[in-house]
């Protein structure tokens, strides 16, 4: 072996023992952050995978149990525990009859609730502000409320009313006797609870409306979880009014071009303008309805 030689393989051995060395007491080695890899920002490395986005993550859920096909919701107001109507038709946040209400720690308002019941007939009723409104894992600090004078005929003590489920993209799933609530107009969220399909809606007043065609024409129905039947006008069919509501059925009932098939309606005359019908609880049974107010959707699965 040649003097050269052997030279040149002890320069390889140093040069092997310091890039040990190196590496070995983690110091960094001139030169090398030229070849060191940059990962840019946002993309994942085998030691971060990457992650989904579940629209369904962000939910609030009250439980409810099925009264005669009225969800029923177990809430607490003021420390005091009521089982209240969740009424996506009620006027009010929280409304409590008077009974109900006299032990709870309320403040009054100056001026009364003015309204109508399902029947015309004017009700005024005092306004309150109630603190500490829990239902399920909805946690409010203050709610706002009206006092009922007469009871409601399920025989609950009070609902739970639009103002509060206008606030989220709300779903009453009669299946597994919840209702979930995701931030206001998700659209994910909507699509993944109740699919692509929608049902455009509009609002008169406090009621959520939709066209439905029939067998008897395109009709306009108010969603509204706090009746417990499916009702219907007389005269929107061209029948005489009657005050003992009699049953009818549709063959054809589709609405946005979903076919409901056969539903039960009970004729039953009542004093809102210009809706035909209404969708009471008994439409919702075995189903899972979404409703987006912010953009006027609805969906059933």
């Known amino acids: 072996m040649s003097r050269l030689t052997r030279l040149k393989r002890l320069r390889c051995r140093r040069v092997a023992v310091s890039l040990a060395f190196f590496l070995l007491s983690g110091m960094a080695l001139p030169g090398l ?10 993309v994942p490395t085998e030691l971060e995978p990457p992650t989904t986005t579940d629209p369904t993550a962000d939910v609030i859920r009250i439980p409810f149990s099925i009264e005669n096909n009225l969800p ?21 946040a929280l409304a409590v009859d008077q009974n109900s209400l006299r032990p709870i720690p309320v403040m009054f308002g100056d001026r009364p609730d003015s309204w109508l019941d399902l029947y015309g007939y004017q009700q005024l009723t005092r306004s309150y502000t109630a ?7 909805l946690n409010l600090d203050t709610i706002e409320g009206t006092e009922l004078t007469t009871p409601l005929e ?24 919840e209702i979930r609530l995701y931030p206001f107009g998700s659209q994910a969220a909507f699509q993944a609870e109740c699919g ?17 065609q029939t067998d008897q024409g395109m009709l306009t129905f108010q969603w509204d979880t706090g009746i417990s039947d499916n009702l219907l006008k007389p005269s929107s069919v061209g029948m005489e009014p009657t005050n003992v509501p009699q049953p ?3 063959s054809q009932f589709s609405i946005a071009g979903q076919d409901m098939g056969v539903v039960g309606v009970s004729l039953r005359e009542f004093a809102t303008q210009r809706i035909d019908g209404i969708l009471g609880g008994a439409f919702f049974q075995s189903k899972v309805v979404c409703f987006d107010l912010k953009n006027r959707l609805a969906g059933i699965r």
């Open 33 to 42: 952050a030229q070849i060191r890899t940059v990962v840019p920002a946002g």
């Open 72 to 92: 029923i919701v177990s809430a607490t107001v003021g420390g005091r525990r009521l089982n209240l109507v969740a009424d996506l038709g009620g006027f009010k």
């Open 131 to 137: 603190n500490d409104f829990q239902a399920g894992d």
């Open 154 to 177: 399920s025989g609950q003590p009070g609902f739970i009313g639009r103002p509060v489920w206008a606030k989220y993209m709300t779903v009453f799933d009669f299946v597994q006797k």
């Open 196 to 212: 692509s399909r929608s049902i455009p809606l509009r609002t008169q007043g406090n009621a959520i409306i939709s066209s439905v």
């Open 248 to 250: 009818m059925s549709f």
